[in-house]
């Protein structure tokens, strides 16, 4: 289990949550040489509005137990979502947030690492708050050594609709050259 | 829905990362199924909304029809008329079907359900996980038979099993259940389907005689009837009564002993070649986990951390959860000072091991009761505290 990471990805229904972990996951499994991953997501009658999370958990060997335990990593888009789950970060984990709509508090202390970001004003500037999700990936991509660039943008192009591709693509360049 | 190919081929060759739920559909595909005849029911539901996208590309047929008993009926019946039938469901649809799945067995009809266990009884924990149904899927319709019934742990092997699911069918001509689970339905990883030439497909026996005076229930040296399906110039004979080789009903005690001896050891005696299991660190253990489906990804785990630990604890994993793999069992309990079975329920494979084990090594169930998987850490503080 030594090279075991999780990631837990979490915030609101309707933010697109799923399709976070959903390409993350692929990326990894099918574009990562050496690498395999599991993505799980809650499951229930939530929609729009509700607590939404998923996880992935990457590892060089085969994966036994599919779910996080404790997080290395924590992609949090709203203040529910990280009281939630902000208790089950790794001590030292790293911690990537939509500054905007979630306010730190003490337990955020136990990150060795916090990364801020406003997703959602950033998605807004190409006229819907729908790419939040992709620019919070283009920043997780550029502050991680968890999946490229290249495979990344292959695996989007042929998830997402067609019509969605080109702003997709400008908020993961967005994302990923905010600092 | 650009791709609307009729004849669009059935193995979809390639790598892809995705769910339970569309694996074991797409391992039904490429096992050769021609219906779909369902309900859908959460956690399943994707296994019918694939099969509704990809059958009428491959001069295929679905059909949702107006509840379980309906669908469980009308898979019977496309296997009759020949086409490699299936259905898939959760425990409230799986119990509507039993009555029916019985009459499956009385005809020997092959055919596959897959049941996406969810928390129960009734409707239950509908979007959570269980492994609930496990004693149903062998006893739950009436009267005495034999059954198969097979659990997969990964998405891999939700395609892996389907197509096995589909060959068994046909080759023992009995019902097959592939006992899911909601996690297992619901995960993405990564899944490779082969060339579609690398995939063995078993298909049913037919007749080979004249059809004046075939007997459609006379079964060759393996227990085995060839299958003659509606058109094919043959009586076509199917009914839920005991019956005779020619297929009329036979009330009688004679009768009566003649089927039900074969419908049981057309199962009984080729156990050894149904059965699969996965043995991982056996060797020099002294503690053994069995389990299956979701629960045994956790086993795995807790044995990897239970080594670490010092402790040496092994792993057996049920692929075929019925008929069950007494024998085996019986050996590995006569070697270990203690087993421990981890499952979503109550005791459900722990009641069979025990019987299986017969008082050689002590017994343990490490239980949810549905809504959550195990996890390593708790099974392997569990053993410690058993075997202190």
């Given at each position: 289990m030594?090279?075991r990471?999780?990631?837990r990805f979490?915030?609101?229904?309707?933010?697109g949550?799923?399709?976070m972990?959903?390409?993350v996951?692929?990326v990894i499994s099918?574009?990562?040489?050496?690498?395999n991953?599991v993505?799980?997501?809650?499951y229930?009658p939530?929609?729009?509005?509700?607590?939404?999370?998923?996880d992935v958990?990457?590892?060089?060997?085969?994966?036994?137990?599919?779910?996080?335990?404790?997080?290395d990593?924590?992609?949090?888009?709203s203040?529910?979502?990280?009281?939630?789950?902000i208790?089950?970060?790794?001590e030292?984990g790293?911690?990537?947030?939509?500054?905007?709509?979630v306010?730190l508090d003490?337990?955020a202390?136990k990150?060795?690492?916090?990364h801020?970001?406003?997703?959602?004003?950033?998605?807004?500037t190409?006229?819907s708050?729908?790419?939040?999700?992709?620019?919070?990936l283009g920043?997780v991509?550029?502050?991680?050594?968890?999946?490229s660039?290249?495979?990344?943008?292959q695996?989007?192009?042929?998830?997402?609709?067609?019509?969605?591709i080109e702003?997709?693509?400008?908020?993961?360049?967005?994302g990923?050259n905010?600092? | 829905m650009?791709?609307?190919?009729?004849n669009?081929p059935?193995v979809?060759?390639?790598?892809?990362?995705?769910?339970?739920?569309?694996?074991?559909?797409?391992g039904?595909l490429a096992?050769?199924?021609?219906f779909?005849g369902?309900?859908?029911i959460?956690p399943?539901?994707?296994v019918?909304e694939?099969?509704?996208?990809?059958?009428?590309?491959?001069n295929g047929?679905?059909?949702?029809?107006?509840?379980?008993?309906?669908s469980?009926a009308?898979i019977?019946g496309?296997?009759?008329g020949g086409w490699k039938?299936?259905?898939?469901?959760?425990?409230?649809?799986?119990?509507?079907?039993l009555?029916?799945?019985?009459?499956?067995?009385?005809?020997?009809?092959?055919?596959v359900?897959?049941?996406?266990?969810?928390?129960?009884?009734s409707t239950g924990?509908p979007?959570?996980?269980?492994?609930?149904?496990?004693?149903?899927?062998?006893?739950g319709?009436?009267g005495?038979?034999e059954?198969?019934?097979?659990?997969?742990?990964?998405?891999?092997?939700?395609f892996?099993l389907a197509?096995?699911a589909?060959?068994?069918?046909?080759e023992y001509r009995?019902?097959?259940?592939i006992?899911?689970d909601e996690t297992?339905?619901?995960m993405?990883?990564?899944?490779?389907?082969p060339?579609a030439?690398?995939?063995?497909?078993?298909?049913r026996?037919?007749?080979?005689?004249?059809?004046?005076?075939h007997?459609?229930?006379?079964?060759?040296d393996?227990?085995?009837p060839?299958?003659a399906?509606?058109?094919?110039g043959?009586?076509?004979?199917?009914?839920?009564l005991t019956?005779?080789?020619?297929?009329y009903?036979?009330?009688?005690?004679?009768?009566?002993e003649v089927?039900l001896?074969?419908l049981l050891?057309k199962?009984?005696k080729?156990?050894?070649?149904?059965?699969k299991l996965?043995?991982?660190?056996?060797?020099?253990a002294?503690f053994?986990?069995i389990?299956?489906?979701?629960?045994s990804r956790?086993?795995?785990?807790a044995?990897?951390?239970?080594r670490?630990?010092?402790?040496k604890?092994?792993y057996?994993?049920?692929?075929?959860i019925?008929?069950?793999p007494?024998?085996?069992?019986a050996?590995?309990?006569s070697?270990?000072k203690?087993i421990?079975?981890?499952?979503?329920?109550?005791?459900?494979v722990?009641?069979?091991v025990?019987r299986a084990?017969?008082?050689?090594?002590?017994?343990h169930?490490?239980?949810k009761?549905?809504?959550?998987?195990?996890?390593?850490?708790?099974?392997?503080?569990?053993?410690e505290?058993r075997?202190?």
């Amino acid at each position: 289990m030594s090279d075991r990471i999780e990631i837990r990805f979490a915030g609101f229904g309707g933010q697109g949550i799923a399709l976070m972990g959903r390409l993350v996951g692929e990326v990894i499994s099918l574009h990562e040489e050496g690498k395999n991953s599991v993505m799980t997501q809650s499951y229930g009658p939530e929609s729009r509005g509700g607590a939404s999370s998923c996880d992935v958990v990457i590892d060089t060997q085969t994966i036994d137990y599919p779910k996080s335990t404790a997080f290395d990593y924590f992609v949090v888009m709203s203040e529910e979502a990280y009281h939630k789950y902000i208790p089950r970060l790794k001590e030292g984990g790293i911690i990537f947030v939509e500054e905007n709509l979630v306010t730190l508090d003490d337990h955020a202390k136990k990150a060795s690492k916090i990364h801020k970001i406003p997703a959602t004003a950033i998605a807004e500037t190409l006229g819907s708050r729908l790419y939040a999700n992709i620019a919070m990936l283009g920043f997780v991509c550029a502050n991680t050594d968890l999946f490229s660039e290249e495979a990344f943008v292959q695996v989007m192009k042929a998830k997402v609709r067609a019509r969605f591709i080109e702003k997709n693509l400008v908020a993961f360049e967005k994302g990923k050259n905010h600092k | 829905m650009s791709d609307k190919k009729i004849n669009a081929p059935m193995v979809n060759t390639g790598e892809f990362f995705t769910s339970g739920n569309l694996a074991v559909a797409e391992g039904s595909l490429a096992a050769g199924c021609k219906f779909f005849g369902g309900y859908p029911i959460t956690p399943s539901s994707e296994v019918a909304e694939h099969m509704s996208i990809k059958l009428p590309q491959s001069n295929g047929h679905f059909v949702q029809f107006e509840d379980e008993i309906a669908s469980i009926a009308s898979i019977l019946g496309a296997s009759w008329g020949g086409w490699k039938s299936m259905t898939a469901t959760s425990g409230p649809g799986y119990s509507l079907m039993l009555e029916n799945i019985g009459l499956g067995i009385m005809t020997e009809t092959p055919c596959v359900i897959v049941n996406v266990q969810r928390g129960g009884p009734s409707t239950g924990l509908p979007t959570l996980v269980g492994q609930q149904d496990i004693q149903q899927a062998r006893w739950g319709s009436h009267g005495d038979y034999e059954i198969i019934a097979l659990s997969p742990n990964s998405v891999q092997e939700c395609f892996d099993l389907a197509v096995t699911a589909f060959n068994l069918a046909e080759e023992y001509r009995v019902p097959v259940t592939i006992l899911m689970d909601e996690t297992i339905g619901h995960m993405s990883e990564k899944l490779v389907i082969p060339e579609a030439d690398k995939i063995e497909i078993v298909n049913r026996k037919k007749p080979t005689d004249e059809a004046e005076g075939h007997l459609p229930y006379k079964a060759d040296d393996d227990l085995i009837p060839p299958m003659a399906v509606a058109g094919e110039g043959y009586n076509v004979m199917a009914t839920g009564l005991t019956h005779d080789e020619r297929g009329y009903p036979a009330l009688d005690v004679n009768s009566q002993e003649v089927l039900l001896t074969r419908l049981l050891d057309k199962i009984r005696k080729n156990k050894d070649k149904i059965i699969k299991l996965e043995e991982y660190m056996l060797d020099d253990a002294e503690f053994v986990i069995i389990s299956f489906g979701i629960s045994s990804r956790a086993a795995k785990g807790a044995v990897n951390l239970a080594r670490k630990k010092g402790l040496k604890v092994g792993y057996l994993r049920l692929i075929t959860i019925w008929p069950f793999p007494d024998e085996q069992i019986a050996q590995i309990a006569s070697k270990v000072k203690a087993i421990f079975i981890t499952e979503i329920n109550s005791g459900q494979v722990t009641r069979e091991v025990q019987r299986a084990v017969e008082g050689k090594s002590k017994v343990h169930g490490l239980f949810k009761l549905g809504g959550a998987i195990h996890t390593p850490t708790e099974i392997v503080e569990e053993i410690e505290r058993r075997t202190k």
